[in-house]
T-cell receptor, first 117, second 109 residues
Framework: GAVVSQHPSWVICKSGTSVKIECRSL??????MFWYRQFPKQSLMLMAT?????????EQGVEKDKFLINHASLTLSTLTVTSAHPEDSSFYIC?????????????FGEGSRLTVL | GIQVEQSPPDLILQEGANSTLRCNFS?????LQWFHQNPWGQLINLFY???GTKQNGRLSATTVATERYSLLYISSSQTTDSGVYFC???????????FGAGTRLFVKA
Protein backbone atom coordinates (compact mmCIF):
# COMPACT_ATOMS: atom_id res chain seq x y z
CA GLY A 1 0.00 0.00 0.00
CA ALA A 2 0.89 3.67 -0.30
CA VAL A 3 3.32 5.05 2.24
CA VAL A 4 2.76 8.67 1.21
CA SER A 5 -0.75 10.03 0.70
CA GLN A 6 -1.85 13.25 -0.97
CA HIS A 7 -5.15 15.10 -0.91
CA PRO A 8 -6.96 16.25 -2.92
CA SER A 9 -6.26 14.19 -6.04
CA TRP A 10 -7.61 16.90 -8.25
CA VAL A 11 -8.93 20.39 -7.76
CA ILE A 12 -10.46 23.03 -9.98
CA CYS A 13 -10.50 26.60 -8.78
CA LYS A 14 -11.12 30.10 -10.02
CA SER A 15 -8.28 32.47 -10.74
CA GLY A 16 -7.29 34.46 -7.66
CA THR A 17 -8.24 31.85 -5.08
CA SER A 18 -5.84 29.83 -2.93
CA VAL A 19 -5.58 26.07 -2.90
CA LYS A 20 -4.09 23.86 -0.21
CA ILE A 21 -2.63 20.41 -0.93
CA GLU A 22 -1.84 18.01 1.90
CA CYS A 23 0.89 15.39 1.95
CA ARG A 24 0.92 12.79 4.69
CA SER A 25 3.42 10.10 5.57
CA LEU A 26 1.69 6.92 6.68
CA UNK A 27 3.16 4.82 9.48
CA UNK A 28 6.45 6.65 9.49
CA UNK A 29 7.82 10.03 10.44
CA UNK A 30 9.23 12.31 7.80
CA UNK A 31 11.36 15.21 9.00
CA UNK A 32 11.90 16.12 5.37
CA MET A 33 9.48 16.00 2.46
CA PHE A 34 9.91 17.13 -1.13
CA TRP A 35 7.47 18.89 -3.43
CA TYR A 36 7.67 18.43 -7.19
CA ARG A 37 5.78 19.91 -10.10
CA GLN A 38 5.14 18.28 -13.44
CA PHE A 39 3.80 19.90 -16.60
CA PRO A 40 2.17 17.73 -19.29
CA LYS A 41 4.63 15.44 -21.07
CA GLN A 42 7.53 16.79 -19.03
CA SER A 43 9.66 15.51 -16.19
CA LEU A 44 9.31 16.21 -12.48
CA MET A 45 10.92 19.41 -11.29
CA LEU A 46 11.85 19.84 -7.64
CA MET A 47 10.13 22.91 -6.20
CA ALA A 48 11.14 22.86 -2.56
CA THR A 49 12.32 20.82 0.38
CA UNK A 50 9.94 20.88 3.33
CA UNK A 51 11.55 20.68 6.77
CA UNK A 52 9.58 19.86 9.91
CA UNK A 53 9.62 22.75 12.31
CA UNK A 54 11.56 25.12 10.10
CA UNK A 55 11.30 27.05 6.86
CA UNK A 56 11.18 25.30 3.55
CA UNK A 57 14.07 25.51 1.13
CA UNK A 58 12.98 26.62 -2.32
CA GLU A 59 14.67 25.87 -5.62
CA GLN A 60 15.86 28.70 -7.79
CA GLY A 61 13.02 30.30 -9.70
CA VAL A 62 10.26 29.09 -7.38
CA GLU A 63 8.35 31.93 -5.72
CA LYS A 64 8.12 31.23 -2.00
CA ASP A 65 5.29 33.73 -1.56
CA LYS A 66 3.30 31.99 -4.28
CA PHE A 67 3.91 28.45 -3.04
CA LEU A 68 3.62 28.41 0.74
CA ILE A 69 4.90 25.27 2.44
CA ASN A 70 4.16 24.33 6.01
CA HIS A 71 5.57 21.22 7.71
CA ALA A 72 4.02 21.49 11.14
CA SER A 73 4.25 17.85 12.16
CA LEU A 74 6.37 14.79 11.42
CA THR A 75 3.63 13.32 9.23
CA LEU A 76 2.13 16.29 7.41
CA SER A 77 3.37 18.85 4.93
CA THR A 78 1.08 21.25 3.10
CA LEU A 79 1.56 23.23 -0.10
CA THR A 80 -0.66 26.27 -0.58
CA VAL A 81 -0.83 27.84 -4.01
CA THR A 82 -1.77 31.43 -3.26
CA SER A 83 -3.73 33.65 -5.64
CA ALA A 84 -3.68 30.91 -8.23
CA HIS A 85 -3.59 31.78 -11.93
CA PRO A 86 -4.04 29.59 -15.00
CA GLU A 87 -0.24 29.25 -15.41
CA ASP A 88 -0.16 27.53 -11.99
CA SER A 89 -2.22 24.68 -13.41
CA SER A 90 -0.05 21.60 -13.08
CA PHE A 91 0.44 18.23 -11.41
CA TYR A 92 1.92 18.62 -7.93
CA ILE A 93 3.41 15.61 -6.21
CA CYS A 94 5.10 15.17 -2.85
CA UNK A 95 7.60 12.60 -1.64
CA UNK A 96 9.40 11.39 1.45
CA UNK A 97 11.91 8.79 2.54
CA UNK A 98 10.65 6.09 4.87
CA UNK A 99 14.07 5.92 6.43
CA UNK A 100 13.43 9.33 7.91
CA UNK A 101 16.98 10.18 6.97
CA UNK A 102 18.28 12.36 4.20
CA UNK A 103 19.27 9.34 2.11
CA UNK A 104 17.36 6.21 1.20
CA UNK A 105 14.50 5.18 -1.05
CA UNK A 106 12.06 7.92 -2.00
CA UNK A 107 8.30 7.29 -2.15
CA PHE A 108 5.74 9.50 -3.82
CA GLY A 109 2.18 10.45 -3.11
CA GLU A 110 -0.57 10.00 -5.66
CA GLY A 111 -0.22 13.57 -6.89
CA SER A 112 -2.67 16.46 -7.07
CA ARG A 113 -3.84 17.83 -10.39
CA LEU A 114 -4.63 21.54 -10.17
CA THR A 115 -6.65 23.34 -12.82
CA VAL A 116 -7.08 27.09 -12.47
CA LEU A 117 -9.84 28.60 -14.57
CA GLY B 1 24.04 20.14 -9.30
CA ILE B 2 23.83 16.67 -10.71
CA GLN B 3 22.58 16.17 -14.28
CA VAL B 4 20.54 13.11 -15.22
CA GLU B 5 20.09 12.09 -18.83
CA GLN B 6 17.88 9.31 -20.14
CA SER B 7 17.77 7.58 -23.49
CA PRO B 8 15.97 6.93 -25.68
CA PRO B 9 13.33 9.62 -25.19
CA ASP B 10 10.69 7.55 -26.96
CA LEU B 11 10.43 3.84 -27.64
CA ILE B 12 7.83 1.76 -29.47
CA LEU B 13 7.90 -1.99 -29.02
CA GLN B 14 5.93 -4.92 -30.29
CA GLU B 15 4.48 -6.97 -27.47
CA GLY B 16 6.93 -9.66 -26.45
CA ALA B 17 10.05 -7.69 -27.37
CA ASN B 18 12.88 -6.83 -25.00
CA SER B 19 14.31 -3.37 -24.37
CA THR B 20 17.02 -1.51 -22.51
CA LEU B 21 16.61 1.97 -21.10
CA ARG B 22 19.67 3.97 -20.11
CA CYS B 23 20.31 6.60 -17.46
CA ASN B 24 23.56 8.60 -17.29
CA PHE B 25 24.40 10.85 -14.36
CA SER B 26 27.07 13.49 -14.15
CA UNK B 27 28.41 12.98 -10.66
CA UNK B 28 28.66 10.47 -7.83
CA UNK B 29 25.32 9.48 -6.34
CA UNK B 30 23.94 8.39 -2.99
CA UNK B 31 20.83 6.90 -4.50
CA LEU B 32 19.54 5.89 -7.90
CA GLN B 33 15.92 4.93 -8.46
CA TRP B 34 13.79 3.82 -11.39
CA PHE B 35 10.09 4.69 -11.52
CA HIS B 36 7.20 3.93 -13.83
CA GLN B 37 4.59 6.66 -14.12
CA ASN B 38 1.18 5.25 -14.92
CA PRO B 39 -1.50 7.07 -16.97
CA TRP B 40 -2.99 8.55 -13.78
CA GLY B 41 0.32 10.12 -12.84
CA GLN B 42 1.20 7.80 -9.99
CA LEU B 43 4.91 7.07 -9.67
CA ILE B 44 5.51 3.38 -9.07
CA ASN B 45 8.82 2.46 -7.47
CA LEU B 46 10.60 -0.10 -9.63
CA PHE B 47 14.11 -0.25 -8.24
CA TYR B 48 16.20 1.41 -5.59
CA UNK B 49 19.65 0.65 -6.95
CA UNK B 50 22.62 2.88 -6.08
CA UNK B 51 24.89 0.09 -7.32
CA GLY B 52 24.80 -3.51 -8.45
CA THR B 53 22.06 -5.53 -10.12
CA LYS B 54 18.51 -6.34 -9.07
CA GLN B 55 15.70 -8.28 -10.68
CA ASN B 56 11.96 -8.24 -10.18
CA GLY B 57 10.04 -10.48 -12.53
CA ARG B 58 10.46 -9.33 -16.12
CA LEU B 59 12.32 -6.22 -15.02
CA SER B 60 15.91 -5.92 -13.96
CA ALA B 61 18.28 -3.04 -13.37
CA THR B 62 22.00 -2.53 -13.17
CA THR B 63 23.88 0.48 -11.86
CA VAL B 64 27.60 0.92 -12.48
CA ALA B 65 28.30 3.77 -10.11
CA THR B 66 31.98 4.13 -11.07
CA GLU B 67 30.97 4.72 -14.70
CA ARG B 68 27.93 6.81 -13.77
CA TYR B 69 25.18 4.98 -15.55
CA SER B 70 22.23 2.71 -14.86
CA LEU B 71 20.27 0.42 -17.16
CA LEU B 72 16.70 -0.82 -16.91
CA TYR B 73 15.89 -4.02 -18.78
CA ILE B 74 12.36 -4.96 -19.74
CA SER B 75 11.92 -8.47 -21.10
CA SER B 76 8.90 -9.95 -22.88
CA SER B 77 7.19 -6.56 -22.87
CA GLN B 78 3.43 -6.31 -22.35
CA THR B 79 0.98 -3.58 -23.26
CA THR B 80 0.65 -2.77 -19.57
CA ASP B 81 4.32 -1.79 -19.54
CA SER B 82 3.43 1.31 -21.54
CA GLY B 83 4.02 4.62 -19.81
CA VAL B 84 6.91 6.83 -18.84
CA TYR B 85 9.99 5.47 -17.13
CA PHE B 86 12.02 7.87 -15.03
CA CYS B 87 15.37 7.51 -13.41
CA UNK B 88 16.17 9.77 -10.48
CA UNK B 89 19.44 10.37 -8.69
CA UNK B 90 20.46 11.93 -5.41
CA UNK B 91 23.95 13.39 -5.44
CA UNK B 92 26.39 13.03 -2.59
CA UNK B 93 26.63 16.75 -2.03
CA UNK B 94 23.03 17.42 -1.06
CA UNK B 95 19.69 15.87 -0.29
CA UNK B 96 17.79 16.53 -3.46
CA UNK B 97 16.69 13.89 -5.92
CA UNK B 98 16.82 14.98 -9.54
CA PHE B 99 14.84 13.34 -12.31
CA GLY B 100 15.83 12.60 -15.85
CA ALA B 101 13.55 13.61 -18.71
CA GLY B 102 12.08 10.12 -18.93
CA THR B 103 11.62 7.47 -21.60
CA ARG B 104 8.12 7.26 -23.03
CA LEU B 105 7.39 3.61 -23.87
CA PHE B 106 4.51 2.33 -25.97
CA VAL B 107 4.01 -1.40 -26.35
CA LYS B 108 1.83 -2.45 -29.27
CA ALA B 109 -0.40 -5.52 -29.08
Amino acid sequence: GAVVSQHPSWVICKSGTSVKIECRSLDFQATTMFWYRQFPKQSLMLMATSNEGSKATYEQGVEKDKFLINHASLTLSTLTVTSAHPEDSSFYICSARTSGRLTGELFFGEGSRLTVL
Amino acid sequence: GIQVEQSPPDLILQEGANSTLRCNFSDSVNNLQWFHQNPWGQLINLFYIPSGTKQNGRLSATTVATERYSLLYISSSQTTDSGVYFCAAQDTGGFKTIFGAGTRLFVKA
